[in-house]
Nanobody
Framework: QVQLVESGGGLVQPGGSLRLSCAVS????????MGWYRQAPGKQRDLVAS???????NYADSVKGRFTISRDNAKKLMYLEMNSLKPEETAVYSC????????WGQGTQVTVSS
């Protein structure tokens, strides 16, 4: 069973920045396309950003130019750098494969509020 552990969330003011981390227990991490997802209360979980095994990236239109996804295959880690955060981006952020086939981790709460 692959374990996903997200961290780095917290309370940030509008316009602020956060860097999220995702630790993956799978030894085959480097072979998978990965993504960051977010789910706001009462809403569906959406894919925010994805990164292929060779490092190619894709972003939801709403975060282009503000979020950056990256990965460190040697450490089995994935990151999401988030800048210019908006209140409507308050959500639980989670990582998984793209498409998501593993059981979800606990996620990390991001709250954007003044």
């Amino acid at each position: 069973q692959v374990q996903l552990v997200e961290s780095g969330g917290g309370l940030v003011q509008p316009g602020g920045s956060l860097r999220l981390s995702c630790a993956v227990s799978s030894r085959l991490f480097s072979t998978y396309a990965m993504g960051w997802y977010r789910q706001a209360p009462g809403k569906q979980r959406d894919l925010v950003a994805s990164i292929s095994r060779d490092g190619s990236t894709n972003y939801a239109d709403s975060v282009k130019g503000r979020f950056t996804i990256s990965r460190d295959n040697a450490k089995k880690l994935m990151y999401l750098e988030m800048n210019s955060l908006k209140p409507e981006e308050t959500a639980v952020y989670s990582c998984n494969r793209v498409p998501p086939t593993w059981s979800w981790g606990q996620g990390t709460q991001v709250t954007v509020s003044s």
